[in-house]
């Protein structure tokens, strides 16, 4: 009788316990505009919470275009962060499908970095938005991303910070490496010509005369005026190397490259990581590689 009145205690507890409201447990999951700030956004988020990407590694974050499954993963993430100052113009469709409960949190925006413009195309005069360029701006990129997540996660908002002063410290040693390597370049050659203007930021850092084709993916590449202006700037300049971005067609520097006869390297990596398995497959890796494209090409000393 004992044992039947405990085995009818635990029946009545358990379905009891059924019986309850569920508690639907929180998402935990954040989406990233593009791979640079998923990678940042890794760096805080941890393990702790799921960060997925929008546009794919290798893609260009001016022109993508939301596919059905990026539209799924954004209605089941409480974050989403992206640039901002008009890099992806495809947000528009985010903001159009956002309800209350999902954040958008545009990362360039609310920084506190010094912001440049843009000095040529269509979008002259209004902000660069490749502010990720200079390791300074990736840090202030930081400091929303953890603040972001704190608010959200006030849980783990301690490790959200503790991780952030990592990754500023990471940031500054990546920075030092970096001027260390770039001085080797002589003055004369630490000319930088690419041809989206996406550098400016990276040029502004580490000292080097900077001009670009045009001012943004997002507008018409190329035209007969930009080449034309850009060809009468290599006359006069004859810069040791040209060079083109892996989200960019490199046929527009490819034809001033052998009409000026001055030779072409490249891909440099602005708006996106390289694959996996490149040497650009994370921030800091991206910009490594790119001084060492810059040191190689413009002949730069050797230690």
Do not use: C
Not at 251 to 267: C, F, K, T, Y
């Amino acid at each position: 009788m004992k044992h039947r009145a405990i085995l009818g205690s635990l029946l009545v507890a358990g379905l009891l316990a059924l019986a309850l409201p569920v508690q639907a447990a929180p998402s935990y999951k954040v989406m990233a505009s593009f791979s640079v700030i998923g990678d940042l956004v890794r760096r805080i988020a941890g393990d702790d919470i799921s960060v997925e990407t929008i546009v794919p590694r290798g893609q260009d974050v001016h022109r993508w275009e939301l596919t059905p499954p990026n539209v799924l993963a954004i209605e089941e993430a409480d974050i989403v962060f992206y640039n901002g100052y008009g890099l992806e113009p495809w947000l528009r469709h985010v903001e159009a499908m956002a309800d209350q409960r999902l954040r958008l949190k545009p990362v360039a925006e609310r920084a506190q970095f010094e912001t440049l413009p843009v000095t040529v195309g269509r979008l002259s005069g209004s902000i660069d938005p490749h502010l990720w360029m200079d390791p300074a701006g990736a840090s202030a990129y930081v400091d929303v991303i953890a603040r972001t997540l704190g608010e959200q996660y006030p849980e783990k908002r301690a490790v959200f910070e503790e991780r952030a002063a990592r990754t500023r410290e990471s940031l500054a040693l990546l920075s030092a490496r970096l001027k260390e390597r770039l001085e080797g370049i002589p003055q004369t050659n630490r000319v930088l010509y690419t041809s989206e203007a996406g550098m400016a930021y990276f040029a502004r850092a580490f000292d080097f005369d900077y001009a670009a084709i045009w001012g943004s993916n997002s507008e018409r590449l190329g035209s007969a005026f930009d080449m034309a202006v850009m060809s009468e700037r290599l006359s006069d300049t004859r810069p040791p190397a040209l060079f083109y971005e892996s989200t960019t067609p490199w046929i527009h520097m490819d034809a001033l490259s052998r009409e000026s006869n001055i030779a072409l390297a490249g891909p440099l990596y602005v708006d996106s990581l390289g694959d996996t398995d490149s040497p650009a497959y994370n921030y800091p890796g991206m910009l490594n590689y790119n001084a060492e494209l810059l040191h190689r090409a413009l002949g730069g000393a050797r230690p």
